[in-house]
């Protein structure tokens, strides 16, 4: 089979090996010497196999530059091309320097192998095997050798470069007392790397904070997540997937609560839960239960007047949705608001005026049957309780931006505000215009309150909470999550929609070419 193979190419392939051999066997002690020895020997050995192939192409009467060659090179192009690709993705979920110095580093790995690939190449075209080099199946070869040359550095580099970074944790929902004193943000969601365990688990952070001195008042650290709120006061913290509640101060759990917990006064008196179609009114004094109010239908939406004399209530009936007003005292209902069951959009806010004689909602609605309109489209009502009329009725949209990011972050009496991604600006509108416009320093807000009385207002990105004053914008405090070692996932999902993206292409050139 190698017949036609002569005793150069055979000497330049020992030399090869040997300088190999010495190169890793050595001393580190004389690693500049030999790593010197080693290129000089490999470059030696493999200018034989060249100098042996040319002399017999000439002697048998052959082209020195054999067109099959082409395919070696094009092997080479397909390699460097994936290893760009290699880099690019490492860039983009590294960073620009792990991209980089892996790129780098391949590259200075893969020219020895394109040098020790042309002897395999000059030695294969003189055997038997040179058959199949010009064979279609070679394209096979192609899409493996390109797979290969760019899984291969990600998942053994991976691990080496950058198991894992220090950072903090996304904020999942922020909640302000009345007066924004005191804050509860919940944080995590991060797959983090824990000591003494192979396995990688979510961790999440509760913690209460004095919005003035930025202390941590209390925190709880948990691998659930479940939603949670605060008191009016801030003296409370209320666990909803166990239904309890805990005191902020003694760390002692009071009392378990029935049903689902939909609001507190502002006051902190009552707070208000729906249990199987009925609604508990509670004393937040001592946490037992004052009233129950029964309702035939499924409960959406709950909320207490100021003077806990009235309750807001969405619900869901058989044939259509509905809002009314329900007077704690007796009993009686009032319909404010009806809309089909159909609908998709149920009710996002329903909030009271100050004095309880108003009551406003806003609600999100269909788009207009227009494919360019990239906007969202609210209504917002205030009813007059007393006189039992509408005060006030508008419809208002916003674009929601080329990332369609831009979206209504919370509405209260008499006001609503949007957020804007592309300026990292909060747009407080009133009745009529813009009342005022808070720039932050958020690339991303993930979580926003504003408090009671209006006056501050919380937003949260990654790791970092703002607090501000919610007239002029002015920045109060700063306050920061706890840093944790987050675990890098390995891009497999981009990378086999990269690679399924080059079969289609392959597939679809084929199917060309058989036509």
């Known amino acids: 089979m190698f017949k036609r193979i002569g005793i150069i190419t055979i000497i330049g392939i020992l030399l090869i090996i040997a300088v190999g051999i010495i190169y890793i066997f050595s001393s580190p002690i004389l690693f500049g010497f030999l790593f010197l020895f080693l290129i000089i020997g490999f470059l030696i050995g493999i200018s034989l196999v060249v100098v042996d192939f040319i ?36 860039m983009a979920y590294l960073g ?8 780098f580093v391949c590259f200075i790995f893969y020219i020895p192998g394109i040098l020790v690939g042309v002897c395999i190449f000059l030695i294969l075209l003189r055997t038997p095997a040179a058959k199949y080099v010009k064979s279609k199946k070679i394209r096979y070869f ?18 080496l470069l950058s198991p894992t970074y220090m950072d903090k944790q996304p904020i999942q929902q922020l909640h302000l007392s009345s007066d924004g004193t005191r804050l509860l943000s919940i944080s995590g969601g991060e797959f983090l790397a824990l000591e003494n365990s192979p396995f990688q688990r979510p961790v999440y952070d509760y913690i209460i904070w004095n919005t003035i001195s930025g202390e941590i008042i209390w925190n ?7 939603d949670a709120t605060i008191s009016p006061d801030g003296k409370y913290f209320l666990n909803f997937e166990n239904k309890t509640i805990i005191s902020i101060v003694s760390g002692v759990t009071l009392v378990p609560i029935s049903g689902t917990y939909f609001d507190w006064t502002v006051n902190g008196k009552y707070f208000v839960t729906a249990q199987d179609n009925q609604i508990i009114i509670w004393n937040a004094t001592n946490f037992t239960k004052i009233k129950t109010i029964p309702i035939n239908e499924s409960i959406r939406k709950i909320a207490l007047s100021p003077d806990s004399s009235k309750l ?16 704690i005292h007796t009993g009686n209902s009032t319909y404010l608001y009806n809309y089909s069951e159909y609908s998709v959009f149920n009710i996002q806010y329903v909030s009271w005026s100050n004095d309880g004689k108003k009551i406003q909602i806003v609600k999100r609605e269909f788009t207009p049957d227009n494919s360019y309109d990239l906007s969202e489209h609210y209504k917002l009502i205030i009813w007059d309780i007393p006189n039992k009329y509408i005060f006030y009725n508008i419809s208002f949209n916003f674009d929601i931006g080329k990332m369609a990011m831009n979206r209504l972050v919370a509405a209260v009496f008499g006001k609503y505000i949007i957020y804007d991604y592309e300026k990292s600006e909060l747009i407080f509108y009133n009745l009529t215009d813009i009342e005022t416009v808070v720039d932050t ?4 807000l993930t979580a926003f309150d504003l408090s009671s009385d209006y006056s501050i207002i919380a937003i949260g990105e990654k790791g970092i909470i703002e607090i501000r004053n919610a007239s002029t914008g002015l920045l109060n405090k700063t306050l920061h999550t706890p840093v944790y070692e987050i675990e890098r996932p390995i891009p497999g999902f981009e990378s086999a929609i990269f690679f399924f993206a080059i079969a289609l292409i392959l597939f679809w050139k084929h199917r ?4």
């Open 220 to 226: 709880k650290t948990t691998s659930n997540y479940f």
């Open 441 to 444: 320093n958020q690339n991303f």
């Open 142 to 159: 192609y899409i493996l050798f390109a797979i290969v040359i760019i899984v291969v550095p990600i998942l053994v580099g991976w691990p």
């Open 55 to 90: 002399y017999t192409q000439r002697r048998n009467g052959e082209k020195i530059f054999d067109p099959r060659l082409f395919i070696f090179f094009k092997i080479i192009t397909i390699g460097f091309i994936a290893l760009v690709i290699n880099a690019l993705l490492l």
């Open 512 to 515: 060309n070419k058989s036509k």
């Open 312 to 327: 807001a209530v969405e619900i869901h009936e058989e044939t259509q949705n509905s809002l009314r007003v329900i007077d």
């Open 96 to 103: 620009p320097t792990a991209g980089l110095f892996t790129g």
